[in-house]
């Protein structure tokens, strides 16, 4: 039975087994590359996705769990705290190896969609989940504050 879902606004059908991590879905049958494969234990967030507007770590979500529902990936990513974080990110050049990056990203903008002025507390408690191996945490956390100022602030 197929698995009918909204992958980056757009209507999607998957004939997959519906235990199929999202991940694979996603890379394997939309060739939607930009998310990636870390751990498969959803501890380090490089393939953090939104599921609903909600960071999801798609390594352990089943296909079948996103049925109904709107998926967004890094190439999906829009609206204003998407754009600010990406600005942001490339102004302060953040990545190094950048593997991680699009988990950082998907993290940060759902972040500053639900707080448009983070603290560095909640920056740090938002973030802790997504690992970067070269360390450019306290890049991600400025460009986070970067994209923040360039944000309306909620009313």
Known sequence: MAIKLTVNNQPQELDVDPEMPLLWALRDHLKLTGTKF???MAL???????????????????????AGKSVTTIEGLSGPAGKAI??????????????CQSGQIMSASALLTANSKPTDA?????????ICRCATYVRIRAAIHKAAEALPAKA
């Open 122 to 130: 909640d920056i740090d408690a938002a973030m802790s989940g997504n």
């Open 86 to 99: 990406q600005d942001a990110w490339v102004g302060l050049d953040v990545p190094q190896c950048g593997y």
């Open 38 to 40: 870390g751990c498969g």
């Open 44 to 66: 380090c967030g490089a393939c953090t996705v939104h599921i609903d507007g909600q960071p999801t770590r798609s390594c352990v979500t089943p296909i079948s769990a996103t």
